[in-house]
């Protein structure tokens, strides 16, 4: 009977281990990530149980207790009670979690989705910068659904953001969250939603419109431009040196700058009576985050616009961000 304290430890071991492997077999990121904190406290539990069962075999077993061997029984069978119980709660976190991350994940996508199709709706704001981009740049603006859009717009991955532009072969991919983009809004400065909104997909679509300018077209390798990168960068030869440059900190800040600059000018020309609020807002919130996100510290641009004449047409919106990023005094 001595051994079955050393017993008892070697189940919690054989049992944590075939729990855990379970778990990564499912092939569940979710369940895997939430499988380390279930295997701490079944690991826990298990060499405390095993301790306290130990400490209560030999008390049972002290010369000094009558009828050891019937006390020894009924304290096992209570042991072997608290054991069963332990292991079926620490076996049932993981499986609360993965029920509670799974409902979680249902309702945001569901909330997305009924976010995606109120953006088709005809007189949205994205059917209205859909129809200026085809009109004035013959650029076809293309809204994610929620297979394709959801993780990059909610889950806290490397990809994310509230809202991202992708330049695709013959069209701008737009991947949006309205109502995290709504939680961006700086405080301090109080804007629409709806036109805030607009304002962040006007900044969208002008890194398609930088972009795509300088990339060469179908399959071919020879760069057309060089404009949307940093003339900080060190210069470019071809496609595999432009893809190289246009992940560079100083570059990511130049595109930044141009995208803000053309969505305050879009904002300015399509929006008048928001547009100054708006400015303020976006240099408040880019001031707010420039520590966090100093690849995005484009208060500077901001700033210097005012010193800008407001562009004259939507048509020559491009070429007014354009001279505003490089004119303006800033690194």
């Given at each position: 009977?001595?051994?079955?304290?050393?017993?008892?430890?070697?189940?919690?071991?054989?049992?944590?281990?075939?729990?855990?492997?379970?778990?990564?077999?499912?092939?569940?990121?979710?369940?895997?990530?939430?499988?380390?904190?279930?295997?701490?406290?079944?690991?826990?539990?298990?060499?405390?149980?095993?301790?306290?069962?130990?400490?209560?075999?030999?008390?049972?077993?002290?010369?000094?207790?009558?009828?050891?061997?019937?006390?020894?029984?009924?304290?096992?069978?209570?042991?072997?009670?608290?054991?069963?119980?332990?292991?079926?709660?620490?076996?049932?976190?993981?499986?609360?979690?993965?029920?509670?991350?799974?409902?979680?994940?249902?309702?945001?996508?569901?909330?997305?989705?009924?976010?995606?199709?109120?953006?088709?709706?005809?007189?949205?704001?994205?059917?209205?910068?859909?129809?200026?981009?085809?009109?004035?740049?013959?650029?076809?603006?293309?809204?994610?659904?929620?297979?394709?859009?959801?993780?990059?717009?909610?889950?806290?991955?490397?990809?994310?953001?509230?809202?991202?532009?992708?330049?695709?072969?013959?069209?701008?991919?737009?991947?949006?969250?309205?109502?995290?983009?709504?939680?961006?809004?700086?405080?301090?400065?109080?804007?629409?939603?709806?036109?805030?909104?607009?304002?962040?997909?006007?900044?969208?679509?002008?890194?398609?419109?930088?972009?795509?300018?300088?990339?060469?077209?179908?399959?071919?390798?020879?760069?057309?431009?060089?404009?949307?990168?940093?003339?900080?960068?060190?210069?470019?030869?071809?496609?595999?040196?432009?893809?190289?440059?246009?992940?560079?900190?100083?570059?990511?800040?130049?595109r930044e700058a141009f995208a803000d600059l053309y969505a305050l000018g879009y904002m300015q020309l399509n929006f008048p009576s928001q547009a100054l609020a708006l400015t303020a807002a976006l240099k408040a919130y880019r001031l707010e985050r420039q520590r966090a996100e100093p690849q995005h510290a484009t208060g500077c641009w901001i700033e210097a616009m005012s010193n800008v004449p407001s562009p004259s047409s939507n048509t020559d919106l491009v070429q007014w961000a354009d001279e505003a990023r490089s004119n303006a005094d800033?690194?």
């Open positions: 009977m001595h051994i079955i304290p050393l017993l008892a430890l070697l189940a919690s071991i054989i049992i944590l281990t075939a729990w855990s492997m379970f778990c990564f077999s499912l092939e569940n990121d979710l369940l895997q990530n939430i499988t380390s904190p279930s295997a701490v406290c079944l690991t826990s539990l298990s060499f405390g149980l095993s301790a306290y069962w130990l400490h209560i075999y030999l008390s049972v077993r002290s010369p000094k207790r009558i009828d050891a061997d019937a006390r020894l029984n009924d304290w096992f069978s209570y042991w072997l009670k608290i054991m069963v119980l332990s292991y079926l709660i620490c076996m049932m976190i993981p499986l609360i979690c993965l029920l509670s991350i799974d409902l979680g994940r249902r309702y945001s996508q569901h909330i997305y989705t009924r976010e995606h199709l109120a953006l088709l709706e005809p007189q949205s704001g994205f059917r209205q910068l859909q129809g200026f981009a085809m009109q004035h740049y013959g650029l076809y603006l293309h809204l994610a659904d929620t297979e394709h859009g959801w993780a990059l717009n909610t889950l806290n991955i490397n990809a994310y953001a509230p809202a991202s532009a992708y330049t695709e072969a013959g069209y701008c991919r737009f991947s949006l969250s309205p109502s995290r983009i709504y939680n961006l809004r700086p405080r301090t400065h109080p804007v629409r939603q709806q036109q805030w909104l607009q304002l962040i997909m006007a900044h969208e679509m002008a890194h398609c419109l930088d972009r795509s300018r300088d990339l060469p077209l179908g399959t071919a390798v020879k760069l057309r431009g060089q404009a949307s990168l940093s003339p900080n960068t060190t210069p470019v030869k071809d496609i595999a040196d432009f893809i190289i440059a246009e992940h560079r900190a100083e570059t990511v800040r130049w800033c690194g």
